[in-house]
């Protein structure tokens, strides 16, 4: 019997169950089939994750319809649909950087070829739901620090910006006050 991401016995390998911002992620889900996907959002809001969006047929070409912290994508599609589905989920970008994809794989040479197609991290099918959530933790984990370091990052220019412009305002003001200073004009009474 597999354990239960609830059994207190194991809560350190599903750290991520109890952690609130992990379960603020929104998470889609890429399956050819439906009927396997109810149970992968079955475990996952098991595991406390409250936004799980619904896969579209990855076959499709319909674009997710929000950006999403974190993509499940089941490479199990006829070839080359997977790999295509993973190269539009990475360019769908919306201006950011792409959202992390757990690349779900079946077959020998899937993982190598997940993974140079951009895939951040894979997990081959069947896979231990533990497991799975730990992967997912520790890629959500990832991007929110990516996105606190781009956004650290974007105040710093900011005040750099500022900076500098108060800096040549100075400057300005400087190279006047010598000018006058060097070559006084008439005085104004």
Do not use: K, N
């Amino acid at each position: 019997m597999s354990p239960s991401v609830h059994d207190p016995a194991v809560a350190p390998a599903c750290e991520g169950s109890t952690d609130a911002g992990a379960h603020e992620a929104r998470i889609l889900i890429v399956h050819p089939m439906p009927a396997q996907v109810r149970p992968l959002e079955g475990l996952l809001r098991s595991a406390g994750y409250t936004r799980v969006c619904d896969s579209h047929p990855a076959g499709s070409g319909a674009p997710p319809r929000a950006p999403f912290d974190l993509v499940l994508l089941h490479l199990s599609l006829p070839d080359p649909q997977g790999f295509d589905a993973l190269a539009r989920l990475l360019d769908e970008r919306g201006g950011g950087p792409p959202p992390p994809v757990l690349a779900i794989t079946t077959g020998p040479g899937e993982p190598w070829l997940a993974l140079q197609a951009g895939a951040r991290d894979c997990i081959s099918a069947p896979f231990d739901p533990l497991e799975l959530l730990a992967r997912m933790h520790h890629l959500l984990q990832a991007q929110r620090a990516h996105r606190a370091l781009l956004a650290h990052q974007h105040t710093l220019q900011r005040r750099l910006q500022q900076r500098t412009g108060d800096w040549l305002v100075s400057t300005s003001r400087c190279r006047a006050l010598t000018a006058l200073l060097t070559h006084p004009g008439p005085t104004v009474a």
